[in-house]
């Protein structure tokens, strides 16, 4: 009997099927209730003492060739189905790729750029946790300054000298500190506000600064600059330099574009006046050149900030600031056309 059962485990290694069905039939034929194998399983109490163990060894090695078989052949089958199926029809269509979206700030950051890059502007960074200096005291707001109150700040509190740094102006010093002019360069980021979240403004927000310094560089230039860069961002060329007050700059103006007054939405975004404020700038206080280690009686320059978020919005007709860091793939996916 034993050799019998030899014969069937090489008969078993040796089989081969192209057919589900062959497949069913030998897994009966062995493995079944009333298979071969619960044939010679219920033997074996008639199996002589001593050759038990002989007898036990075969039956279980007849077994495991018996389904080392129904799987190797069942995943051979699969896999050929895989192939002469779903490989082969090349007329399937493909399978659905997700494809991402650019951040709407990213977008409106990379167009700012772009437009500044042509004009020979380049880009500079800087740390999103500053010191004081480079974020108050060179920029002329030293210690006790009023003007410190403008911008509501996050420090940390084990060290009132580390910070969350609130604008990017921080940027220019520290570009300053590293490079004499010519210097043109623009500065984008995220900046920290202790300001309550809502639709208008949120606790952080991105900027992005510029700093032209060079010889007898003037007011004009700037105003040109801006000219040619709201033109370039929003198609509108008719801009106004507001005088106000920075620390940093003297002479220093809000920004305005004109936005003009065709449509429903322009009264809103303007408050009806079709002017919208989109920055502030200046000419850069000798007092910062100086605290950069820039000679101001050689150099003079200007320097501006926008927020990109309010740019954002505009541009796309975002209602609410929050949108912007939510991540909602619902809202982020609908950039999916744009640049
Ligand atoms: N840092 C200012 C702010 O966050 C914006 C600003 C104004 C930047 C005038 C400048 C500038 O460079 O010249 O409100």
């Known amino acids: ?16 099927a192209q057919s589900k069905e062959e497949i069913e039939a030998f897994r009966i034929k062995y493995l079944g209730k009333k298979g071969l194998l619960n044939d010679y399983f219920s033997e074996f109490k008639n199996v002589a003492n001593d050759q038990k163990k002989e007898f036990g060894q075969v039956i279980n090695a007849l077994k495991k060739a018996a389904e080392d078989k129904v799987n190797a052949l ?3 089958l699969e896999s050929k189905e895989v192939v002469n199926g779903v490989y082969n029809d090349l007329s399937r269509p493909g399978a659905p790729i997700h494809i991402g979206a650019r951040h709407p700030i990213s977008i409106v950051k990379n167009q700012i750029i772009d437009i500044f890059s042509n004009i020979g502007f380049n880009v500079s960074e800087g740390p999103e946790i500053e010191d004081d200096w480079h974020n ?13 109150d403008m911008q509501d700040t996050f ?9 969350l740094r609130t604008h990017t102006s921080s940027v220019q010093v520290r570009y300053m500190e590293n490079n004499q002019p010519p210097i043109r360069t623009i ?16 606790c952080f927000f991105h900027q992005v600064e510029g700093l032209y310094i060079d010889k007898d560089v003037s007011f004009a230039d700037l105003k040109q600059t ?29 920004i305005d574009v004109y936005w003009g007054l065709a449509t429903e939405t322009d009264y809103r975004i303007t408050k009806g006046t079709g002017w919208l404020e989109i920055g502030g700038c200046g000419m850069v206080d000798p007092n910062v050149l100086e605290n950069c280690n820039i000679d101001s009686k050689a150099y003079s320059g ?20 929050r949108l912007l860091s939510e991540n909602d793939v619902r809202f982020l996916e609908q950039f999916k056309n744009a640049l």
């Open 155 to 163: 420090f940390i509190q084990t060290n009132p000298d580390i910070l």
């Open 226 to 254: 801006l000219q040619y860069f709201t033109t370039q961002m929003f198609g509108k060329s008719k801009i106004r330099l507001r005088p106000s007050y920075f620390p940093f700059t003297e002479p220093s103006a809000e």
């Open 1 to 16: 009997m034993i050799d019998k059962i030899k014969e069937l485990i090489a008969e078993a290694e040796a089989f081969t």
């Open 302 to 321: 200007f320097a501006f900030g926008m927020g990109i978020d309010r740019i954002a919005m505009l541009l796309h007709q975002i209602g609410d600031i």
């Open 136 to 148: 108050f005291t060179a920029l002329n707001l030293p210690e006790y300054h009023p003007a410190r």
């Open 187 to 202: 500065s984008p980021g995220r900046v920290y506000r202790n300001e309550a979240i809502s639709a208008r403004s949120h």
């Open 74 to 76: 069942r995943e051979e």
